[in-house]
């Protein structure tokens, strides 16, 4: 029997967006609480989840409306990595589904538990620098570098009222390479392809529509996130899965995209990389490295993220030998 949504569900944090009867991505709305976008896909017969924001309020948002679009509430969720705004929303799902990553996720989300004690005990890291950005505002002039202020300014306002409240449930499940799930209207299988955005990431491929759920192994229309990324490996997984006969991508940031997005992507890694090269080749330095133009559309990202690019060159000038 299929489940029949009477209407899409809204949230302040993430828009809803139906990719195929029963497949849904949810889009974290700008300054919203969600941050990063997740996945409802009925199965028919199970209800899943992919990733669960950065937020407790969001991820409820999350559950309500997997349990409206889906008559289910969630049988799983998936944790696509260890970084905060894929995973701090699990607390919504504890005690009713199972919560599933790759082993290595979970070998690297101990450490955010002391972190969180931590910052519980003492928040001022937050509100110091929720004042800062905010004094920063008083004075910048620029749009698109206002626009990337006030986006972090809700981020940390949203972080400080969660704080409270926040606790963190890791995985009861963890996986090695695959793991497929078989419901009565469509199956899905879930993928780790080792070393990428970070040492631990997985994706959710559902082979009937072509569609997946990248988690941070692909940001569109922006910069991509790089600390702790395998950059070779990384590059190396997006073309493998532009290869595939996947055709609809959601990701981890930015609008649900195509392959041309997911090329975009490995263009702009390979942009980045010949920036540090020539830069390297010519004696430059890392600052020299900053003050190159990327070319288009790479030179409209810049602006996105207010400390991306200059994180990112400083990274991979390290990082490339
Ligand atoms: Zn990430």
Same mark, same amino acid.
């Given at each position: 029997m299929l489940h029949t949504p009477q209407s899409i569900p809204s949230s302040e944090h993430f828009e809803i967006q139906t990719l195929s009867e029963g497949v849904y991505a949810a889009i974290a709305k700008e300054f919203g609480a969600?941050?990063?976008?997740?996945?409802?896909?009925?199965?028919?017969?199970?209800?899943?989840?992919?990733?669960?924001?950065?937020?407790?309020?969001?991820?409820?948002?999350?559950?309500?409306?997997?349990?409206?679009?889906?008559?289910?509430?969630?049988?799983?969720?998936?944790?696509?990595?260890n970084h905060a705004d894929h995973w701090f929303g699990n607390q919504a799902f504890a005690g009713q589904a199972t919560i599933i990553s790759t082993h290595k996720t979970r070998d690297l989300m101990p450490v955010y538990l002391e972190e969180l004690k931590? /910052?519980?005990?003492?928040?001022?890291?937050?509100?110091?620098?929720?004042?800062?950005?905010?004094? /920063?505002?008083?004075?910048?002039?620029?749009?698109?570098k206002r626009k990337a202020i006030e986006g972090y300014v809700a981020r940390l306002k949203h972080s400080l009222e969660s704080l409270p409240v926040l606790e963190l449930i890791l995985p009861n499940q963890t996986f090695g390479n695959k793991i497929v799930f078989y419901g009565s209207k469509r199956?899905?299988?879930?993928?780790?392809?080792?070393?990428?955005?970070?040492?631990?990431?997985?994706? /959710?491929?559902?082979?009937e529509e072509n569609i997946a759920f990248l988690g941070d192994l692909a940001f569109f229309k922006r910069q991509p996130y790089m600390e702790d990324c395998d950059f070779t490996a990384w590059k190396n997984i997006l073309d493998e899965i532009s290869q595939s006969n996947l055709e609809t991508f959601v990701p981890g940031h930015g609008p649900v995209g195509t392959k041309t997005d997911l090329l975009l992507l490995l263009q702009y890694l390979n942009a980045l990389e010949d920036l540090i090269k020539q830069t390297k080749l010519a004696g430059g330095s890392v600052e020299n490295a900053l003050s190159m133009p990327m070319p288009e559309p790479f030179d409209e990202w810049r602006h996105i993220g207010q400390h991306r690019f200059e994180d990112n060159v400083r990274f991979l000038f390290q990082h490339l030998s």
């Open positions: 969600a941050f990063s976008n997740s996945g409802i896909i009925d199965l028919g017969g199970l209800t899943l989840v992919f990733d669960t924001f950065e937020t407790p309020k969001a991820a409820e948002d999350l559950r309500a409306a997997a349990q409206s679009l889906t008559g289910r509430l969630p049988d799983y969720v998936i944790n696509s990595h931590t /910052l519980k005990q003492n928040p001022s890291e937050l509100s110091t620098s929720l004042e800062e950005n905010l004094r /920063l505002l008083d004075t910048e002039t620029d749009p698109q199956s899905a299988e879930l993928l780790a392809l080792g070393n990428g955005h970070t040492s631990g990431d997985c994706f /959710l491929a559902l082979p």
